[in-house]
Every structure is written in structure tokens, then in C-alpha cells.
């Protein structure tokens, strides 16, 4: 019993390196969509600034032609008063001017305004620009070793798999089935524990002298009477 019980142990550590590759299968690929989800918003980002800024640009190219146009409108009124017989068509004739020249105005202030808002849209794109370009580099590259990981796992699953099975043969046939018992209850948690400063090393409550010393024996299987736990006997740590 002394050979099986120092055998759960090593079959312990495999079971947790084949819970922690489980978590990686799940982990790896939630980080990796983790990280192309940021990659994808900051790329959404730098189009959508690229649109605005050629957006910009079309209209103040719209707009410079509508100012070309009242111009141009507003220089045949202007000759026509030179031409008009009557005070009444002077008088709707610089009307129509007046209100040519606040059009013109307002077009002019709007294409000011325009390229205000694409030089200072043009210099956030380029500044995002760079950020992403930063961000696509790293991203990619740590997306690139988590896949690479990724791969070696189910290799790794197989390997560990392998190695329980030979462990298994080598163990109490009772004992590997109490200690899988307990594995699927404490699910990731230690079912084996040694006895620490006279506690049990799962719970940490103080064995009674009687139980220690029934582990200490190490010819039968003794659980920890508060948490249910397998203890074995460590030699260093004394009771």
C-alpha cells in the first residue's frame, strides 16, 4: 500500500497538468478572440476617421463649387444694375444681391470651418494610424505563440494521458478508486495531500495522534475525517 499510495501522488501531478492544459484549451482561444476583437475595433476605428476625413474633403469640394457658382451669379446681378430702367427693379436686384452675398458668406465660413475640422480630423487619423499599426504588430504576434500553443496542447493532453495509464497499473485497485472519487468532487483541487506540521495539507485542520499515526503506517488508505481528502505520510514534517 506504501508503493500505491506514494504513486497517487505522481498520478496527482498528471491529473493537474491535464487540468491545466483543459484550461488552456479554453483560455487560449477566448484570449485569442479577446485580442482580434481588439484588433478588429481599432482597425473600425481608423476607418471610420478615414471616411469622416474623405467625407470632409467631398464636401468642401461641393461646397467650393456651390461658392463658385453664387459668384458667379452674384457678378451678373451686379452688372445688371447697370442695366435696369426703374428704381423698383434697382431695388430687387440688389435685394437678390444682398442675399447672394450672405449665401456667400455663409458658404465661405462653412469651408472654413470644413477644413478645420479635416486638418484636425487628418492629424487624430494619422496619430490612430500609428497606434493601430503598433497594436496590429504585438497583437499578431502574441496571437501567433497562443496558437502555436494551442497546437501542442491536444499533443500534450495525449502524452499526459499515455503517462496515467502506465501510473495507473501500479496502483491499489481501491485506492485508485477512492482517489477518483474524490478527484471528481474537489474537481481541479488536490484528493492527495501530505500531512503538514501535523495538519491534514488539503484543509489544514490538526490530525488527531491516533490518525497520525495511522498514516504514518501507510499500509492502508486514511482520509482526513474534516475535508474527506486522502492523506499520505511526508517523512521531513514530523509529528
Known amino acids: 500500500m506504501k508503493e500505491s499510495l506514494a504513486m497517487l501522488l505522481e498520478l496527482q501531478n498528471i491529473d493537474l497538468e491535464i487540468d491545466a492544459l483543459g484550461r488552456s484549451q479554453i483560455e487560449y482561444p477566448t484570449e485569442i478572440s479577446e485580442l482580434e476583437a481588439k484588433l478588429d475595433h481599432s482597425k473600425s476605428n481608423v476607418e471610420g476617421k ?5 467625407e470632409l474633403e467631398t464636401n468642401r469640394r461641393l461646397m467650393e463649387g456651390e461658392l463658385e457658382a453664387i459668384q458667379a451669379d ?56 500609428t497606434t493601430h499599426k503598433e497594436l496590429e504588430t504585438e497583437s499578431k504576434k502574441i496571437i501567433k505563440g497562443l496558437k502555436s500553443k494551442l497546437g501542442s496542447v491536444e499533443e500534450n493532453v495525449r502524452e499526459c494521458h499515455e503517462k496515467r495509464t502506465g501510473v495507473e497499473t501500479q496502483i491499489d485497485r481501491r485506492a485508485l478508486s477512492v482517489y477518483n472519487r ?43 475525517e474534516n475535508c474527506g481528502r486522502i492523506v499520505i505520510w511526508k517523512e521531513e514534517a514530523g509529528a
Not at 50 to 54: F, G
Not at 82 to 110: C, P, T
Not at 192 to 214: H, N
Open 74 to 129: 452674384l457678378k451678373k446681378r451686379q452688372d445688371r444694375l447697370y442695366e435696369v430702367a426703374s428704381n423698383k427693379e434697382y431695388d430687387a436686384l440688389q435685394h437678390e444681391i444682398e442675399a447672394l452675398k450672405n449665401r456667400l458668406d455663409e458658404n465661405e465660413n462653412g469651408i472654413l470651418e470644413g477644413i478645420d475640422l479635416f486638418d484636425g480630423l487628418k492629424e487624430r487619423l494619422a496619430e490612430e494610424e
Open 182 to 224: 474524490i478527484r471528481k468532487l474537489v474537481k481541479t483541487g488536490a484528493a492527495v495531500v501530505q500531512v503538514e506540521k501535523s495538519s491534514c495539507g488539503g484543509c489544514f485542520r490538526q490530525l488527531p495522534p491516533q490518525l497520525r499515526m495511522e498514516v504514518r503506517r501507510q499500509d492502508q488508505i486514511i482520509r482526513c
Open 50 to 54: 478615414r471616411k469622416q476625413t474623405e
